[in-house]
Nanobody, 129 residues
C-alpha cells in the first residue's frame, strides 16, 4: 500500500518560509511517475499547487505559487519537498502530499491532479498578516 506522509507544516508570518516534506511508504519499490502537493482551505475547492515528474525531475506549478514555491525530490532520502517562500495569508490551507499509481503512464504531471491516486493525511499551514 502506497501511503504518503507529510510533515513540516506550521504557523508563520507573511513573507516567511516553510518547507514541507513527504515520505512515501515503500519509496524504493514505488513506481509511480508523479508526486505533488495539493491544498484546501476552509470553504474553498481543492487546489493543485505543485507536482514533479519523478523520472526526469520536471516540475509543474499553479500560477498562484509560481516564483515562490519550489518542489524537489531527494531519492537518497526517499523524500519530496515543497519549499514555500514569501508566504501570503491566502496560502493558509491544509496541504496534502499526493502520489500517482504505478499504472499512470503519462509523462507529465499536471497540477490538475488527473494522475493523483494516493493521498496523505495533510499538514496545516497558517500564514498571518
Amino acid at each position: 500500500q502506497v501511503q504518503p506522509v507529510e510533515s513540516g507544516g506550521g504557523a508563520v508570518q507573511a513573507g516567511g518560509s516553510l518547507r514541507l516534506s513527504c515520505v512515501v511508504s515503500s519509496y524504493y519499490s514505488y513506481r509511480g511517475n508523479c508526486m505533488g502537493w495539493f491544498r484546501r482551505a476552509p470553504g474553498n475547492d481543492r487546489e493543485g499547487v505543485a507536482a514533479i515528474y519523478k523520472p526526469d525531475g520536471s516540475t509543474y506549478y499553479a500560477d498562484s505559487v509560481k516564483g515562490r514555491f519550489t518542489i524537489s525530490q531527494d531519492n537518497a532520502k526517499k523524500t519530496v519537498y515543497l519549499q514555500m517562500d514569501n508566504l501570503k495569508p491566502e496560502d493558509s490551507a491544509n496541504y496534502y502530499c499526493v502520489a500517482a499509481d504505478y499504472q499512470y503512464s503519462g509523462t507529465q504531471c499536471s497540477v490538475s491532479g488527473n494522475w493523483a491516486a494516493y493521498w496523505g493525511q495533510g499538514t496545516q499551514v497558517t500564514v498571518s498578516s
